[in-house]
């Protein structure tokens, strides 16, 4: 989605259809707390409300959810599954228990639990949110000022970056986004990840690679991590690559792909 929120309403529709069809909605809540900000900045009637309770009125419109908590938990790995069904949960157990670890820790140490305790509380605070925030829209400005392709408004966690408009002369077969991902690195060491043809994979009846509309490379900000200086090492260097973009037409060819999720380990050359 590019770090764009989901409008309380649009969560209140959802529910409403789905309970119409006795469809369960679960949440992907990596960014719940991201989201939630944006409701409160941007939709009609949560200006005065808390994160908090912004975030407890999103989860009336759920009925179950997974969390990836090194998102907005804030801890460096771990996560959870929860669910309003007792069916659902039963089932949902034996599978934790056979791949994670008993329903109370499902694979996490103690001291993570508690970690996540703690960051759950901080990420709902709003003077964090909005200093994360106001940090990726920081990049996602400095790099408009430089006339970077890029996608608005800013997202929550990341800027995305149109690699089409940035190298058009890249043909799409040779992974326009990939390419730019490399330069960067080359650039500077910064990763970047593709969100193009590698990662839309290909077709599983016709083993195409399928090509989305966009080409984009996401700059994901870690939170917490960085200073707005480290921020204008990022737009400098992507600078740097758009002042040279005529000199990059060509790009790489796999030599390696698994059957499936190929972007994680794939290996290319050079055209
Ligand atoms: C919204 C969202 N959900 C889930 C994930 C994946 O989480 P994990 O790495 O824990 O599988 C990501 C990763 O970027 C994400 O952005």
């Known amino acids: 989605s590019g770090g764009q929120p989901v409008s309380m309403q649009n969560l209140r529709e959802v529910k409403a259809l789905a309970d119409h069809y006795g469809i369960p909605v679960c949440f992907d809540s990596a960014r719940f707390a991201e989201n939630a900000y944006f409701i409160r900045m941007r939709e009609k009637g949560y200006a005065d409300k808390t994160i908090k ?8 419109y759920a009925d179950m959810t997974t969390m990836s908590a090194k998102k907005d938990g804030i801890v460096n790995m771990g996560g959870f599954i929860a669910m309003n069904s007792e069916e659902i949960f039963r089932k ?71 690699a089409s ?26 990763r970047g990840v593709e969100i193009g043809t590698l990662l839309a994979d290909r077709d599983p009846e016709t083993r195409e690679n399928r090509y989305p509309a966009l080409e984009m490379i996401r700059l994901a900000i870690p939170r917490r991590v960085y200073t707005n200086n480290h921020m204008d090492v990022i737009a400098v260097a992507m600078k740097n690559l758009w002042d040279r973009r005529d000199k990059i037409a060509t790009g790489y060819r796999i030599t390696y792909e698994a059957p499936i ?10 055209i």
Do not use: C
């Not at 709902?124 to 408009?144: A, M, P, S």
């Not at 994680?264 to 050359?269: A, K, L, S």
């Open 165 to 190: 408009k940035f190298l058009p002369k890249v043909p799409r077969e040779q992974y326009i986004a990939w390419v730019l991902t490399i330069e960067l690195y080359l650039e500077a060491g910064i």
């Open 53 to 60: 309770e912004i975030v407890k009125e999103m989860y009336t």
């Open 261 to 270: 999720m190929r972007h994680f380990t794939v290996e290319m050359e050079k």
């Open 92 to 162: 949902a157990t034996v599978f934790n228990i056979m791949f994670e670890g008993y329903i109370t820790y499902g694979g996490m140490p103690g001291r993570d639990m508690n970690a996540l305790a703690v960051g759950l509380l901080e990420s709902t605070e709003f003077d964090y949110l909005e200093t994360r925030i106001k940090q990726v829209e920081y990049l996602g400005d400095r790099l408009i000022e430089f006339g970077i392709p890029l996608q608005r408004p800013i997202g929550g966690h990341a800027v995305f970056i149109d």
